[in-house]
């Protein structure tokens, strides 16, 4: 009776995993199973169960038997604030809200070990890079962005290795990663002279593209002591080529002039490429006393290979919106993450964590479609196991630090929170 609640409740969370995969304010989801999620994503020493495959997967390969893990994040996507100037408002102060969004990001995790050999296969599907965020389509940042989203759906399976005698695992698996990803925006031009040469409006430009890429991952995990353990691990970049369909709808008579390659309506194909970063990620697990387990990691980022964002048209929009890149430049940052958790009973766990993640925006190129700044993440979460599963529950508040730029699309300052709360019931067999 018990293994078919426990099977209930997996289905039932998956179903409903299945609304979304995305985030606000965002581009790295570390968010990966309730029970890292509540000590701060401090997790790669540890790595004792199934969502080890996106922390860890050398830590599926000391896991017995076979076990089915099911989760889901909730994030109550901020509602930015902005207070400041645009390019559009010149000089005139203004303050925006991005929209409040809620967004479901599920993940499913298998792993089965071998009896008569040391070897542990897994399949992880998980989203690390989404991101969404939403302006009024008569916001002052609408020649930025109205709307923009990225949801990849990451499927990694794995094989790990036990060596007993050494107490070592190691792991090596394949990343392949399938990407929507929709923008729309006011477009707006610097007129010719001949032209008046102001900074006017168009017309609405909207593009869908989707595209699949492909990378790996490895990880490291060693038990020298029965309280102490070492991880690492290391996912590697994956570029996405995107191809997809752009509309271009004039909203003024400017917007229609043939002289600027447009005309009242305009369809086209649309293409552009995205390279999402690498991470490497070193842990350490302590155990001072047999009730408590403490973690400390840090994890590396491979920002720099998010250069520019650009989409490339064909005719008949190639003209007139070609060779307009959007210059990000960010920069390789570290995250350092700190976790906790005490065990109240053989079956019933406490857990508390802080992150503090650098924000790999520079300034110079800031932009609303992602406004952000380095975070202080608060996170809190409970865990219920026996021999059959477990359960565990977690909630994070996010906290970005107050960010004021002046560039050349805006001066002033950002400022936003987040809620996530987290779940995820296994069932082992």
């Known amino acids: 009776m018990k293994r078919k609640i426990v099977v209930a409740s997996c289905i039932a969370t998956a179903v409903v995993g299945t609304a979304s995969i995305s985030f606000g304010a965002g581009f790295k989801v570390a968010e990966q199973g309730a029970k890292a999620m509540a000590m701060g994503n401090a997790f790669a020493a540890q790595a004792d169960d199934a969502s080890a495959l996106a922390y860890n997967p050398a830590g599926i390969a000391f896991q017995k038997g076979n076990q089915l893990q099911i989760g ?11 207070n400041g100037t645009t390019k559009l408002s010149g000089t005139t102060q203004v303050s925006e809200k991005a929209n409040r969004d809620i967004f479901i990001a599920p993940t499913v995790y298998a792993t089965a070990s071998l009896e008569s050999i040391p070897l542990t296969f897994g399949l992880g599907i998980n989203s690390f890079h989404p991101l969404a965020k939403r302006w009024d389509a008569s916001s002052e940042f609408r020649d930025s962005i109205q709307e923009i989203s990225i949801k990849p759906i990451n499927f990694q399976p794995t094989v790990a290795y036990r060596n007993d005698d050494w107490k070592l695992a190691v792991a090596g698996g394949l990343d392949v990663t399938y990407a929507q990803v929709s923008m729309q925006k006011m477009a707006y031009a610097q007129l010719p002279p001949s032209l008046g040469g102001s900074y006017a409006e168009l017309g609405t430009l909207g593009a869908d593209a989707t595209g699949t890429g492909y990378g790996y991952n490895f990880g490291l995990q060693w038990k020298p002591l029965s309280n102490l353990s070492f991880g690492a691990a290391y996912r590697s970049e994956i570029k996405l080529d995107l191809e997809g369909d752009a509309t271009y709808l004039a909203t003024t008579a400017l917007g229609a002039n ?63 919106f070609n060779n307009k890149p959007d210059a990000k430049n960010w920069e390789d940052v570290w995250a350092y993450r700190f976790g906790a958790q005490y065990a109240v009973t053989p079956k019933f766990d406490l857990r508390a964590g802080y992150a503090y993640d650098n924000s790999p925006t520079p300034s110079s190129t ?48 950002f400022k936003s929170d987040a809620h996530l709360f987290a779940v995820s019931v296994t069932y082992k067999f």
């Open 72 to 82: 889901s994040t909730t994030i109550l996507v901020p509602q930015t604030q902005f």
């Open 366 to 413: 800031l932009s609303p479609e992602l406004p952000d700044a380095d975070r202080h993440n608060f996170s809190i979460g409970s865990g219920l196991h026996n021999e059959f599963g477990s359960i565990d529950l977690a909630y994070m508040w996010v906290h970005w630090v107050d960010r004021t730029v002046a560039n050349a699309k805006e001066a002033g300052t």
């Open 258 to 320: 043939p002289a600027l390659g447009l005309t009242n309506k305009l369809k086209s194909t649309a293409s552009t490429s995205i390279t999402l970063p690498d991470a490497i990620t070193l842990g350490v697990s302590w155990k001072p006393v047999e009730q408590l387990t403490l973690e400390f990691d840090a994890d590396r980022t491979g920002w720099s290979s998010y250069n520019k964002l650009e989409l490339k048209f064909q005719a008949p929009m190639a003209a007139a």
